[in-house]
């Protein structure tokens, strides 16, 4: 079956440090890959996706390179800010035309010190 | 824009007792998800609706949990009897397919529910 495998956490940096979460999946076919963000006592956030192979999804500085040849999809930023301290999730959508149901990693908890 | 609401946003109760949680999806998505989220299991897929209809609920614990979408906008997941190790946060997302399974979803605040 599907399934997604996160980098464990907790990963802790200092602030402008460069960061690596690093996320591997298991399906067939062609899934399309997500990272979600959860800040503190709210909802998941999309962070950035990629539908195929070698696209490079980014938003806020994030970025992830979706490797088919590896089966993976690694979240990187060059500069880390305290603001980032969240729990990161890493996840897949694959199924028939219109079926949206996500399999989602074990998620990361980012800490940022100052 | 309003995005998924999710009410309560917290849920205090005793064992015994039946619990409502309700969601109202982004309006227009055609999809609504209730995921279930622990430290011990993470986050869970309990059960999806497309067009108000189930598609999907094998990720229902057992029979002491329900969900139902009787329109477009608005859905419940149900508790009864509630037990202590349904305490978790409970997560509603919607998302609209447009043909397609890339279209992300966005999710509510959640409810956290405690059981004494």
């Known amino acids: 079956g599907n399934s997604v495998t996160q980098m464990e956490g907790p990963v802790t940096l200092s602030e402008e440090a460069f960061l690596t979460i690093n996320c591997t999946y298991t399906?067939?076919?062609?899934?399309?890959l997500f990272w979600y963000v959860q800040y503190p006592g709210e909802g998941l956030q999309l962070l950035l996706k990629?539908?195929?192979?070698?696209d490079k999804g980014s938003n806020k500085g994030f970025e992830a390179t979706y490797r088919k040849e590896t089966t993976s999809f690694h979240l990187e930023k060059g500069s880390v800010q305290v603001s980032d301290s969240a729990v990161y999730f890493c996840a897949l959508s694959k199924g028939v035309q219109g079926a949206q149901k996500l399999v989602f990693g074990q998620g990361t908890r980012l800490t940022i010190n100052p | 824009d309003a995005g998924v609401i999710q009410s309560p946003r917290h849920e205090v109760t005793e064992m015994g007792q039946e619990v409502t949680l309700r969601c109202k999806p982004i309006?227009?998505?055609?999809?609504l998800f209730w995921y279930r989220q622990t430290m011990m299991r993470g986050l869970e897929l309990l059960i999806y609706?497309?067009?108000?209809?189930?598609?999907?609920d094998s990720g229902m614990p057992e029979d002491r949990f329900s969900a139902k979408m009787p329109n477009a906008s608005f859905s419940t997941l149900k508790i009864q009897p509630s037990e202590p190790r349904d305490s978790a946060v409970y997560f509603c997302a919607s998302s609209l397919s447009r043909g397609y399974s890339n279209q992300p979803q966005h999710f509510g605040d959640g409810t956290r529910l405690s059981i004494l």
């Open positions: 309006s227009g998505h055609d999809y």
């Open positions: 399906a067939t076919g062609y899934p399309s």
């Open positions: 609706f497309n067009n108000n209809v189930p598609i999907d």
């Open positions: 990629a539908t195929k192979a070698d």
